[in-house]
């Protein structure tokens, strides 16, 4: 069994403030006096402290990685960061239907879309120009704000609401991300020698509201989608320039690369979630290092907050198919990737499986990798999962050369 990571510090309320806000011991202390003196509110709340996890049971720790419980202060907490993604998602378990956002906070102001439509009809718009966004931190409640959207906890719906208003981009959003519980996080992961912070301040949610798509001329509603929210930093004390790397492709050529997590990590990674119908969830990051170790996290989340999480030790790709080269234009040669991903730790498994293959097309100078982001299911019935497979070897985007699999389809680690 993988070690349990939400502590029971209480009973009945106390125990929600506990496994499903994401809220350690000190702070429901604090929030307790602050209700004794009839003021509570968001920005009351106090920053938690996050215990950070243990190995699974018969596995040494991983000297790369420290994992932990990830609260809704990981939204917006200051960390040492020259990149800054924020990721929204939410995915129809039922049919066609994806939305998913990520903007960088610290760079040039851009956001980026990837809809699907109830009719399915697959759009990526990449590097839209949008206004700077504002965070709100700690201690009081996570938000973001800019002309372009909103995003913040509405606490008399217990939900946390996200607007986005794109003229350019044809997408107008305005949903609510209910049912929901903090995820897991890495802090930090070492990655060939950089560090990186990663956290799901929403882990699983149900999501309903409204979108208009681009491909649509009114706006839908969308009802119970699957829904999560992530970030994730690198940079360090020296910032953005830890991230300007070069580096030598196949053909010798030098080759410059600017992109989340470097260039210089040159075998990829795997990004797996996956939304169940109990409300529960799954998420893995596979984390190939250049020495040939593996590294990441493979977690759950209940439905009813609790986490359990460990270091994955073995992957294994199946059916492993080529995305057409014209999808990546102007990139030449194939992109083979895998339909089917199984990984786990500790003893336990999970299949991810891709039923709708999708680019997430970012070719061009400065973004030197290629990466699918799929839509599919894991073994567990009625599930809905993102599958994403990113090789980053300095080939493609520069130099045409055709994009060849790094690392093997089948490998175990044992530390």
Known sequence: ??????????????????????????????????????????????????????????????????????????????????????????????????????????????????????????????????????????????????????????????????????????????????????????????????????????????????????????PQQIHDWAGEQERMSQGGTSGIFENLRFGVSPNGQLSPGFWVLGPGHNNGYDYLQGGNPDGSSDQVFLIHQNDGSLTGIFAHTAADGQRTMCVPDFYEYQDMSDYPSDRFSPHTGTFRYPKRITTGCGGEKLTFTVTEPHAFDAAGPGADFMTTMSKGHTDVPGSVSTIQHLQNAFSGSFDGMPLDLPFPTVSTFVR
Request: negative net charge.
């Open 1 to 218: 069994m993988l070690v349990r990571f939400c502590k029971r510090h209480f009973l009945g309320a106390a125990r929600e403030l506990t496994v499903r806000k994401g809220l350690d011991m000190e702070s429901l202390l604090r929030k307790a006096l602050v209700m004794t003196a009839g003021v509570l509110g968001a920005a009351a709340v106090v920053v938690p402290t996050s215990a950070s996890a243990e190995p699974a049971p018969g596995l040494p720790p991983d000297p790369d990685v420290i994992l932990g419980d990830a609260t809704v202060y990981d939204m917006t907490k200051p960390v040492p960061a020259g990149i800054d993604f924020q990721w929204f998602s939410m995915l129809n378990p039922e049919g066609p239907g994806i939305f998913q956002m990520t903007f960088n906070e610290y760079m040039v102001p851009v956001m980026s879309f990837r809809t699907e439509d109830p009719d399915g009809h697959f759009i990526h718009q990449w590097n839209i120009p949008s206004a700077p966004v504002t965070r709100t931190l700690p201690p009081q409640m996570p938000a973001l704000h800019s002309n372009d959207l909103d995003f913040a906890y509405d606490q008399q719906a217990d939900a946390w609401h996200l607007q986005v208003h794109m003229p350019a981009a044809d997408t107008f959003v305005d949903v609510y991300y209910s049912n929901w519980h903090p995820g897991a996080k890495m802090d930090p992961l070492t990655w060939d020698g950089e560090k990186v912070f990663w956290a799901s301040g929403i882990g699983t949610a149900k999501v309903n509201g409204t979108i208009k798509f681009p491909s649509m001329d009114a």
